[in-house]
């Protein structure tokens, strides 16, 4: 082989395993910045969105007790029919829930159980004397504050989370009813359809203890309490206060409900069983790295023409006074010792 082969081998042989292996390191670097940086930004989001849900299931609890504890409700129970009292003890019952009911801005319907579960008093009088003792915001209401999971109402046909709680005879605590709060989960829908920081394909939705998703999706219309998601990949979790070390441990990169890759992280809601998941499409997610991977063929390209250039020039440098040296050596040794064998240069060759 000719040395300006060889040289023009060894030079670029060398400039390619150089910018292969820049250009590896470089992108397997910045996809672990990357990833890093979008997995805390996923678990911070899910975080500050639980703490923003259970601070709201506090305060509805907390506003069911308090009426429970209600005296006019409670004296309400504890009169019959027929006697002279009732109806105005009643009057002041519906005014107090229909008050609640102006002054809450999820609230849209509240009503007293007696301790059959018959409905006896109602912000929405339409509900008055329907039974509801089959119903699990009575059944568990009985035994103390409850909350059912998100339902479509079957009278309003309106998406509902009911938050009951029992009422007892202060003097004798003996069981006289329970009170119901219904609300619309819209606060919920709020909290899943801020995408701040989530980029053009990132989404928060909450999924339910049965695997239904419960809040809208960003990109398929009317899918809350109909799109079953697969949550095989997420690690179930018993607290929402665990370490941040491992919540880093629970981001994955997997397939969504829309058989997209997406990196996805959650956090789990033990109360009522919900896991809230924020995810981002990995193609979004890792688009700096490829752009930051385009940059470098493109300039390893751009380096490769000019070492071929380089490396040409310099080989040529090389052999061109040795190819000299080999011609006059060869007109010589015919008997032409006239020829002048040399050349300037001040090298070796020289």
Not at 199 to 213: A, C, D, P, R, S
Not at 271 to 293: H, I, N, Y
Not at 307 to 336: M, Q
């Amino acid at each position: 082989m000719k040395i300006q082969k060889k040289i023009l081998i060894i030079i670029l042989s060398l400039i390619i395993l150089v910018s292969i292996s820049s250009t590896l390191i470089s992108r397997h670097i910045a996809t672990n910045i990357i990833k890093q940086q979008i997995t805390n930004n996923l678990i911070n989001t899910t975080q500050s969105r639980a703490e923003h849900i259970k601070t709201f299931l506090d305060l509805e609890k907390e506003a069911v007790e308090q009426l429970s504890n209600s005296v006019v409700i409670e004296e309400l129970l504890l009169l019959e029919k027929e006697e002279e009292s009732y109806f105005q003890k009643y009057d002041n019952v519906l005014t107090r829930l229909k008050h609640t009911t102006k002054t809450g801005e999820y609230i849209y319907d509240i009503f007293v159980l007696d301790v059959t579960g018959i409905i006896i008093a109602s912000s929405d009088e339409k509900n008055i004397g329907k039974d509801k003792s089959n119903d699990p915001y009575f059944l568990e209401g009985k035994e103390g504050v409850f909350i059912k999971d998100v339902y479509i109402s079957s009278y309003k046909q309106r998406k509902t989370l009911a938050f009951s709680a029992p009422i007892f005879n202060e003097k004798d605590i003996t069981f006289l009813g329970v009170v119901v709060i219904r609300v619309s989960p819209e606060v919920l829908y709020d909290v899943a359809t801020d995408y701040t920081g989530l980029g053009q394909t990132g989404e928060i939705y909450l999924v339910n203890k049965y695997g239904y998703m419960i809040s809208p999706s960003r990109f398929i219309d009317d899918v809350s309490l109909k799109q079953k998601i697969d949550l095989k990949h997420i690690k179930e979790c018993k607290d929402t206060e665990i370490p941040f070390v491992l919540l880093r441990k629970m981001v994955n990169i997997t397939t969504d409900y829309r058989d997209i890759k997406v990196l996805t992280a959650h956090t789990h809601i033990p109360e009522m069983g919900w896991s809230l998941v924020a995810e981002m499409d990995v193609q979004e997610a890792f688009t700096p790295v490829t752009q930051l991977t385009d940059i470098l063929i493109l300039a390893f390209i751009i380096i490769l023409i000019i070492s071929i250039l380089i490396s040409g020039f310099t080989s040529r440098t090389i052999t061109r006074p040795i190819k000299k040296l080999y011609i006059g050596t060869n007109e010589i040794t015919k008997g032409n010792l006239d020829y002048k064998v040399g050349t300037p240069s001040l090298d070796e060759v020289g």
